[in-house]
C-alpha cells in the first residue's frame, strides 16, 4: 500500500515563499508520476502541477511562473517550491500517486493527509 505524507505547510504573507514536500512509502516510484492538488474551504480540489516519470512538469495556469514541481526518487520524496504566494493560494496541499506508469495520469489513486497553506494579505 503506497502511503504519501505531505509536509511543509504554513503560514505566510503574501509575495512570500514556501516549499512543500511529498514522502512516499510503499514502493518506489522512480516510474511513477506524481501530482499536488489543493483544496480551498467550500470548493473543490483542484489540480496544481504534475511531474512525469521523465521529470516533465505540467502547471495549472493559476500558478504557472510561479510554482515549481521536482522530484527525487532516491528519496520518494517529491516538492513544491511556490513564490510568490498570493491569498488566492491558500488551501489544503495534497500530493497524489497513480496505480499505474502512465506519464501524465489520467487517475490518482493514492493521496496524502494534505499541508495548510495561508496566505495573509
Known sequence: ??????????????????????AASGRTFSNYAMGWFRQAPGKEREFVAVITWRSSTYYADSVKGRFAMSRDNAKNTVYLQM???????????????????????????YWGQGTQVTVSS
Open 1 to 22: 500500500q503506497v502511503q504519501l505524507v505531505e509536509s511543509g505547510g504554513g503560514l505566510v504573507p503574501a509575495g512570500g515563499s514556501l516549499r512543500l514536500s511529498c
Open 83 to 109: 513564490n510568490n504566494l498570493k491569498p488566492e493560494d491558500t488551501a489544503v496541499y495534497y500530493c497524489a500517486a497513480p496505480r499505474n506508469t502512465e506519464q501524465v495520469p489520467s487517475q490518482y489513486d
